[in-house]
């Protein structure tokens, strides 16, 4: 069965990095579009970065752009989202996602707050 594992999250101050990763099983990761998604406190869900199979295409969203970086280690089936610059409003939890057949996976989430 389809499994998305997030870490790497945790307490930061702004300006601060983290990187967070997403170790997938179950299905053919390489052949795959990856998304990172977040859900700040009492917000939707929203898109952060997608990643197409191979890696050549890259979406992010407005409000990331120019610092986060989403990327993908076919061989070790993991996708990775390097965040940059942190902002308070940032703070959510980061979730990974594949859409197969017409079907949403999601992993089980990893908070990431920026605060001083």
């Known amino acids: 069965q389809v499994q998305l594992v997030e870490s790497g999250g945790g307490l930061v101050q702004p300006g601060g990095s983290l990187r967070l990763s997403c170790a997938a099983s179950?299905?053919?990761?390489?052949?795959?579009?990856m998304t990172w998604y977040r859900q700040p406190p009492g917000k939707e869900r929203e898109l952060v970065a997608t990643i197409s199979a191979g890696g050549g295409y890259r979406n992010y969203a407005d409000s990331v752009k120019g610092r986060f970086t989403i990327s993908r280690d076919n061989a070790k089936k993991t996708s990775y989202l390097q965040m940059n610059s942190l902002k308070p409003d940032d703070t959510a939890v980061y979730y990974c996602?594949?859409?197969?057949?017409?079907?949403?996976?999601w992993g089980q989430g990893t908070q990431v707050t920026v605060s001083s």
């Open positions: 179950g299905f053919t990761f390489s052949v795959n579009t």
């Open positions: 996602n594949v859409n197969r057949y017409g079907t949403d996976y």
